[in-house]
């Protein structure tokens, strides 16, 4: 969500379309708004992962049932750009 309703709550999904299979995002990058996942990230199965720019404003506007699994330096452009998910060498 690029252009939320309250100030730093934007935020990133990830969705894995596998039915049977984890991946290890371990130092994948995200180019576009300065996010690298440290060490042992996973997302499992049928499963979302969320990158926040702000978790408390996150919760204030979409509520603490949705765990956000880090947070991110960058921005979201508001008139569109490629976010892009970058392996580690």
Known sequence: ????????SEYLELFNTSTNQSFDLSNWQV????????N???IAPRSYLVLAKDREAF???YGSGVLVFGQYDGNIQLNGETLSLLKPF
Do not use: E, R, T
Request: net charge negative.
């Open 1 to 8: 969500m690029a252009n939320p309703a309250m100030p730093s």
């Open 59 to 61: 919760n204030s506007l």
């Open 40 to 42: 042992g990230s996973f």
């Open 31 to 38: 180019n576009g708004i300065d996010y690298n996942f440290p």
